[in-house]
Nanobody
Framework: QVQLVESGGGSVQAGDSLRLSCASS????????MGWFRQAPGKEREFVAA????????SYDDSVKGRFAISRDNAKNMVYLQMNSLKPDDTALYYC??????????????????WGQGTQVTVSS
């Protein structure tokens, strides 16, 4: 069983940056693709970014492309989300998720079978 623990959220001003971290334990990390999703109050969970097992393939939602960057460190069992030029619309609970497919990323929540508890990001104008 995989355990995912997110950290790094906080309250910031528009234009600021944050780096989210996700620690994975309980299973060989290198065999998984990983994703970040977010959910704002009253809205459905939405895709943010994903990365394949070795970082060679990444994908982003159009709303964050050019501002956010996903990366991973397989030696540390960690995945990161660097968020720059934050906007109030980025305010949400951010989740890390694991996909049991090393090679392909996905933007669909149903393709991920393990989720963390989330870390809150609040961006004020």
């Amino acid at each position: 069983q995989v355990q995912l623990v997110e950290s790094g959220g906080g309250s910031v001003q528009a234009g600021d940056s944050l780096r989210l971290s996700c620690a994975s334990s309980g299973r060989t990390f290198v065999g998984d693709a990983m994703g970040w999703f977010r959910q704002a109050p009253g809205k459905e969970r939405e895709f943010v970014a994903a990365i394949n097992w070795n970082g060679a393939i990444t994908s982003y939602d159009d709303s964050v492309k050019g501002r956010f960057a996903i990366s991973r460190d397989n030696a540390k069992n960690m995945v990161y989300l660097q968020m720059n030029s934050l906007k109030p619309d980025d305010t949400a609970l951010y989740y890390c998720a694991r996909r049991r497919d090393a090679y392909r990323t996905s933007s669909r929540p149903v393709d991920y079978d393990s989720w963390g508890q989330g870390t809150q990001v609040t961006v004020s104008s």
